[in-house]
């Protein structure tokens, strides 16, 4: 059957509940026509993690990284050599450290852009994110205009729900990404695009090629949120492109804007990679 916006079903979602310490959660429908509430099955016997429709299993979403997890061994074999290689150079405790350092800049980072967005105070952060906070207010949050109000959708029950750290879904797809912000741009030529927005934390910088697999993240969720506010007009409007920006923690940063002739290489190897994920999920679940 060929996909049209008539035929797909696409949801836009939000935590209600936390299954535990990692980011798993119950999800509540904000807008779609997906199920109204999703559920949370972990990784099991080889099969990625997922999401579901509260009583048919048959109605799930994987994230990006179960889609990432599932692709890299086949699309980039050489990934995990290089990985492990690394890991042996610096030692495994250094390794495990610098992967934490990067984890708890990006929390502490998209926490104060999440209160820079609705006006609060930035907040507290320890002495060793230092760096990464004033990459974030020096380096990011400049290139970035504050909508009043902040940019949002209202929910199928008329409440208002900011488009930050929420989730996106396309059932047919079976993909499910968490957004981290949509924001516009601050600065000529780009001033008042409204874009996604994906914030990470890095001890050293990054070259646009060390950076691809975060920018092919940032596309699966833009499409799927496009593909959303084109079914939906009414509801949500779609978004002009995307930006990574990336807090150092030397206390330097950058934001790197990606419109359509920008992002349609990296649209084009995602849809490489989602159809590579349902051919060997397909082949999984037939043995």
């Known amino acids: 059957m060929v996909l049209t916006l008539d035929n797909r079903t696409l949801g836009l979602y939000v935590p209600t509940l936390r299954y535990g310490k990692p980011n798993n959660y119950r999800l509540r429908r904000v807008m779609g026509n997906g199920p109204e509430t999703l559920e949370y099955q972990r990784w099991q016997n080889g099969h990625p993690s997922y999401y579901y429709g509260a009583g048919d299993r048959s109605i799930r ?6 889609v990432k997890s599932v692709v890299t061994p086949i699309l980039d074999p050489g990934a995990e050599e290089v990985l492990k290689a690394w890991e042996a150079r610096v030692g495994q405790e250094e390794a495990d450290r610098i992967r934490n350092e990067a984890i708890n800049a990006g929390k ?18 320890p002495l060793n994110m230092a760096g990464y906070a004033q990459a974030l207010t020096g380096n990011i949050l400049p290139y970035l205009r504050q909508s ?10 008329g409440e208002v729900v900011t488009l930050s750290e929420v989730f996106v879904v396309d059932f047919n797809q079976q993909f499910l990404g968490r957004l981290d912000i949509v924001v516009e741009i601050a600065v000529e030529p780009f001033t008042g695009q409204r874009v ?10 990054k070259t646009l090629d060390h950076m691809r697999g975060n920018i092919i993240q940032g596309v699966s969720y833009l499409t799927t949120f496009n593909l959303i506010a084109s079914a939906f ?55």
């Open 61 to 66: 979403a994987y994230s990006f990284s179960g």
């Open 108 to 125: 502490i980072g998209h926490s104060m852009l999440e209160n820079w967005n609705v006006g609060k105070p930035l907040g507290a952060y």
């Open 148 to 157: 009043d109000p902040p940019i949002a959708v209202v929910d199928d029950a």
């Open 196 to 205: 996604l927005l994906e914030l990470k934390g890095s001890r050293k910088e």
């Open 233 to 287: 007009p009414e509801r949500v409007l779609p978004l002009d492109g995307m930006a990574m920006a990336y807090m150092y923690g030397s206390g330097n940063g950058q934001v790197i804007p990606f419109f359509e002739e920008e992002l349609q290489e990296y649209v084009e190897e995602w849809q490489q990679w989602l159809a590579c994920f349902h051919d060997v999920l397909g082949g999984r679940m037939a043995a």
